[in-house]
């Protein structure tokens, strides 16, 4: 009986596929993974569970629409993969929704080089940070150097001790984990994040997100205290009239854990940002364009 549903499954048309959204593929190749998981001996897949602060950002309707929904084609993931992409376009989602609301900021800090940093507080995620810059570099480039270039962040970011890509799920959608750098003066001390990481390109804007997850790949580690971040999103837009240069957004909102103030908090995040791009407009002062 098993082994005639998983012929009747594989034997659907690749058209028939091509014409699905993305998450019902998606949900297809689940009932697939899992039939075959039952034919083999031994086999199992791994659970991954959603935890309370992604739910905070899922506040839409949870059915991905198609618009924002990843193309699978026909290829094969496992449960635990499927949940990493739906974390990643439920993050997607939610960032869409607060770049949308133009009532609300308040300015946080404005930089001499045009670098401006906005706050507001939303319901079940908390204060979200708003950077806005302009960087004299394309699209393209910057894209190359914040998504496929990820585990070099730290040659060029100090804040930054280490960045791995634990798993790659498709091309759009990456399991990361990250160390931040012991540093003197450092209010809130190292840190290490496992993150959730999807891209998303319409036209000629790339949307970099990126959410806290769990991973058995990367416990807990003893003496380290795992920091969550609730929402990434980087806006990559170009200049209107100047594709040589590039409109840099991007959403924040984190949970450092330990006994920290939010006074201190929300004095660390927005300098962070700022720090941020400044290492950033540096190193693509000396890079060429890939």
Same mark, same amino acid.
């Given at each position: 009986?098993?082994?005639? #549903? ?14 699905? #959204? ?6 297809? @190749? ?9 034919? @083999? ?18 506040? =839409? ?27 990643? =376009?439920?993050? *997607? ?5 607060? *770049? ?7 300015? =946080? ?66 399991? #990361? ?28 804007? %790339?949307?970099? %997100? ?9 416990? %807990? ?13 980087? %806006?990559?837009?170009? *200049? ?45 002062? #000396?890079?060429?364009?890939?």
């Amino acid at each position: 009986m098993l082994s005639a #549903t998983f012929k009747l499954c594989c034997g659907i048309s690749h058209e028939h596929l091509r014409k699905m #959204t993305g998450l019902k593929r998606m949900a297809l @190749s689940a009932i697939g993974h899992d039939i075959r998981g039952l034919m @083999s001996k031994g086999s199992h897949c791994l659970s991954s569970t959603v935890p309370d602060y992604i739910q905070r950002i899922m506040w =839409e309707d949870p059915a991905v629409d198609q618009e924002h929904g990843s193309d699978v084609n026909s290829s094969w993931f496992s449960n635990m993969e499927l949940s990493y992409v739906n974390q990643g =376009e439920a993050t *997607l989602r939610g960032a869409l929704g607060i *770049l949308q609301r133009q009532d609300g900021w308040q300015t =946080e800090t404005y930089q001499g080089k045009g670098e401006l940093v906005l706050s507001t507080v939303l319901p079940r995620l908390g204060k979200v940070f708003r950077m806005e810059a302009v960087l004299g570099v394309p699209v393209d480039q910057l894209y190359y150097e914040l998504f496929e270039k990820l585990e070099q962040m730290p040659e060029w970011n100090p804040t930054l001790s280490r960045v791995k890509i634990l798993q790659r799920i498709g091309k759009d959608t990456l399991l #990361t984990h990250e160390i931040t750098a012991q540093r003197p003066g450092n209010l809130i001390g190292q840190r290490d994040f496992v993150s959730v990481r999807h891209c998303w390109k319409k036209e000629t804007t %790339v949307y970099l %997100v990126g959410t806290a997850t769990h991973s058995e790949f990367m416990p %807990v580690q003893k003496g380290q205290v795992r920091a969550e971040s609730g929402l990434s999103c980087i %806006v990559l837009q170009p *200049l209107e009239g100047d594709q040589c240069q590039t409109r840099f957004t991007w959403l924040l909102s984190m949970d450092l854990k330990g006994w920290i103030p939010k006074s201190i908090i929300n004095r660390v995040i927005p300098q962070s940002q700022v720090d941020f791009i400044r290492h950033l407009r540096r190193h693509l002062s #000396t890079t060429a364009h890939p």
